[in-house]
């Protein structure tokens, strides 16, 4: 090993040690995460927690009148939102934006293509499991949140390690490898790995953690299973429509698995695909609200 290598694994293991210093949600979305899991809760409970920020009121209103969600009347309430689009939704749209406030700081990576491909990932999640629901019972809703979440620890690489991040960039686009491995072989940890670092701080519903940690390698999930492999066919997809992370990124294969753990065939699949593509329109619609 470099002794250049052994300095950005030192510098890894400082951030995951120093957990304190990693960014929190805020404490309204936590709460709000208790009342959408809580079987007791009304819309009433949700609202009055997301009024007490009115940036996140004035984003919630006007995504739940956008184009994106596509809802024939108009929505004056946060209460009315929340009905409407039901609790999941909700927890997808403050997760979303508050993740994006976030990281709002200075990057390695190109943010805006970051927040690109995660939407797209998220749109495309959303149509996967709408495409299956009579094969199986997944929450669209639940799938789109965790396509916004599945590169989160690439954001702890890009805004706290920034020089060494910027090596890990360069080693993949020259050596046209996935950053999953440039990441392994620059920094000894993975945004995988780290993405679970910040699921667990932030208490995220298991899940969502499953496939932010396994949307890579869906075959090592032993929980969340199918919502993982839904993830990482999403994922795929947004890298194969150019929406990655820079022009010509390379992505990891396929899991050899995944269509068949779904039960995806040739027909499915291309359906599935100009869904995709017949949407990817809206995915600036959602952006441009969340920013």
Same mark, same amino acid.
């Given at each position: ?12 293991? $400082? ?5 304190? *210093? +990693? ?6 979305? @936590? ?13 009433? =409970? ?11 009121? !004035?984003?919630?209103?006007? +995504?739940?009148? !956008? ?5 024939? &009347? ?10 409407? +689009? ?5 927890? /997808?749209?403050? %997760?979303? $934006?508050?993740?994006?406030? @976030? ?8 943010? =805006? &293509? ?8 998220? @749109? ?17 809703? !639940? ?11 690439? +954001? ?7 020089? =060494? ?14 950053? %999953? ?12 790995? @780290?993405?679970?670092?910040? $699921? ?21 999930? =032993?929980? $969340? ?26 992505? &990891? /294969? ?24 017949? !949407?990817?329109?809206? *995915? ?8």
């Amino acid at each position: 090993m470099s002794q250049e290598n052994a300095g950005a694994k030192e510098r890894v293991a $400082a951030i995951v040690e120093d957990v304190d *210093s +990693l960014p929190s949600l805020p404490s309204i979305v @936590m709460k709000l995460i208790e009342v959408v899991n809580a079987s007791d809760s009304s819309a009433e =409970d949700a609202a009055e927690l997301i009024e007490k920020d009115p940036a996140l009121t !004035s984003k919630m209103i006007r +995504l739940a009148n !956008s184009a994106f969600y596509g809802i024939p &009347r108009s929505i004056s309430s946060v209460t009315s939102a929340v009905v409407v +689009l039901g609790f999941n939704t909700i927890r /997808s749209l403050v %997760l979303s $934006a508050s993740v994006v406030k @976030m990281f709002e700081g200075k990057h390695v990576i190109d943010i =805006d &293509r970051f927040w690109k491909h995660s939407v797209v990932t998220a @749109m495309a999640s959303k149509i996967i499991v709408r495409h299956l629901m009579g094969v199986r019972m997944m929450d669209p809703e !639940s799938a789109f949140c965790a396509g916004v979440l599945h590169d989160i620890g690439m +954001l702890i690489f890009s805004q706290y390690m920034t020089e =060494d991040y910027a090596k890990v960039c360069e080693y993949a686009k020259k050596n046209s490898t996935p950053l %999953l491995e440039a990441e392994d072989k620059v920094l000894g940890v993975n945004h995988a790995q @780290m993405g679970k670092i910040l $699921a667990d701080r932030w208490s995220l519903p298991s899940d969502l953690e499953y496939a932010i940690v396994y949307h890579h390698t869906p075959e090592e999930a =032993d929980k $969340a299973i199918p919502l993982v492999n839904v993830i990482h066919l999403a994922d795929t997809i947004s890298h194969d429509l150019g929406c990655g992370h820079w022009d010509g990124e390379a992505r &990891r /294969s396929e899991s050899a698995s995944c269509r068949a753990e779904l039960k995806i065939g040739d027909a499915d699949y291309a359906k599935i695909m100009f869904n995709i593509e017949s !949407s990817l329109d809206k *995915s600036q619609d959602f952006l441009a609200i969340l920013k």
